[in-house]
């Protein structure tokens, strides 16, 4: 993108933002003086060796964990001090590493009960049809986004793993973030799985931000943006998955070490 003064590339603009943070148990730190800036519009992965302090990182980033310094900021405000609760009003929506979804429940229902949560209308499951079918259509509109409208009847529990995980990628798009952060969203999954959410991750990030913790290296390189290498709470290093892939820090720290914390 180019400024009008000469053709000068104008500054990114940051939607997440976290400088010198930490986080200690203890005598340990596992997250130390960590700078992190992450572009609007972007698809940003968080990787690194076990222990490196990536999960640590994601629950400092949404308040799940107080920091023990630093600061975090969403579009310029700080928001070291607010909970969790707030930061999910503000558009910044996590989904875990385990899919959560309400597994008793059909597809239907699970994600028409996100769009509860999001339009106030909270956990009312005693609400009349004529008052939940306003949320039918948007429903539809995120079961067909995520390839699950075949099977909108279906009991959660029996969907195949890969089809949790989109799901999940569904009741997580039904709360409208405004940054979406996804904790291994390949966890688990098959190899023929994989392929398919990476596209369903890659088609969400319209409109939105995406901040990933992967192990999946070719999942890294083919839909992430920028990367953020991570060694014992600090940045090792940062940039395209070019960049950091050539970089012989990171190839030293990844030796051998493929399981996260």
Request: glycine share 8%; proline share 3%.
């Amino acid at each position: 993108m180019s400024a009008d003064n000469g053709g000068i590339a104008a500054a990114p603009r940051y939607v997440l933002e976290a400088k010198g943070l930490c986080r200690s148990f203890g005598g340990f730190r596992a997250v130390d003086a960590l700078n992190l800036s992450v572009v609007e519009g972007s698809v940003h992965a968080l990787i690194g060796p076990n222990g490196a302090g990536k999960t640590t990182v994601f629950n400092l980033l949404t308040k799940f964990l107080p920091a023990s310094a630093g600061a975090i900021y969403f579009r310029g405000r700080d928001i070291t001090k607010i909970g969790p609760a707030d930061v999910a009003r503000l558009g910044i929506v996590r989904s875990f590493q385990i899919s959560a979804t309400f597994g008793q429940l059909t597809t239907f229902e699970n994600v028409r009960i996100a769009l509860q949560s999001k339009n106030g209308l909270g956990w009312q499951f005693w609400r009349s049809r004529e008052t939940l079918s306003v949320l039918n259509e948007r429903t539809w509109e995120l079961l067909e986004m995520v390839g699950l409208a075949y099977a909108a009847s279906t009991i959660a529990n029996e969907l195949p793993y890969g089809r949790k995980r989109a799901l999940e990628l569904a009741t997580t798009l039904a709360l409208e973030p405004d940054v979406m952060l996804l904790d291994e969203p390949m966890a688990g999954l098959a190899h023929t799985d994989i392929p398919e959410i990476s596209r369903l991750i890659d088609r969400a990030r319209a409109g939105r931000t995406v901040l990933m913790v992967e192990h999946n290296l070719d999942v890294v390189e083919e839909i992430c943006d920028s990367v953020t290498v991570l060694q014992r709470g600090r940045t090792l290093c940062e940039g395209s998955y070019s960049e950091v892939s050539a970089d012989p820090s990171v190839r030293e720290a990844y030796m051998g070490l493929e399981d996260d914390e």
